[in-house]
């Protein structure tokens, strides 16, 4: 396996064994990675601003990062988001912050923003943006 496939599998693998409620962000049209974690019987939902008229193969829900409905994400443990504009960090640590779930970034490149810690299990570059509180977990 290579290229993106590849990078979706290692996100994917690690995510699966640390998150039981998750949604990933800014999903765009590419499931892979939550379509993995939906698989391996976790609780996961998917958002973007756009509406799709196909039929996704996760649950997904159009709501905005930048304009949360923040309802849609009481009692998740993860948020994550897959290469996101680099103008969605700071919009994904308020909601992660605001819900008190980790949230989990994978950039494109080597792109990394204030604040963000490298997490060494991952097989590649994942970085902590926000850590839920000791008390949640």
């Given at each position: 396996m290579s290229g993106f496939k590849h990078i979706e599998e290692s996100i994917s693998r690690?995510?699966?064994p640390h998150y039981h409620r998750i949604c990933e962000i800014g999903v765009g049209q590419n499931f892979h990675v939550a379509k993995q974690i939906h698989n391996a019987g976790r609780k996961i939902?998917?958002?973007d601003i756009i509406q799709f008229l196909d039929e996704t193969p996760v649950p997904y829900i159009v709501d905005s990062v930048f304009s949360?409905?923040?309802?849609l994400y009481k009692n998740i443990d993860l948020i994550y988001a897959v290469r996101p504009?680099?103008?969605m960090i700071a919009a994904l640590t308020s909601?992660?912050?605001f819900i008190d779930c980790d949230l989990i970034v994978y950039h494109l490149g080597f792109e990394r923003f204030s604040g963000?810690?490298?997490i060494p299990q991952a097989e590649i570059p994942l970085f902590f943006y926000y850590k839920r509180s000791i008390?949640?977990?």
């Open positions: 690690y995510i699966i939902f998917c958002t949360p409905t923040y309802s504009h680099e103008e909601l992660a912050r963000a810690e490298i008390l949640k977990k």
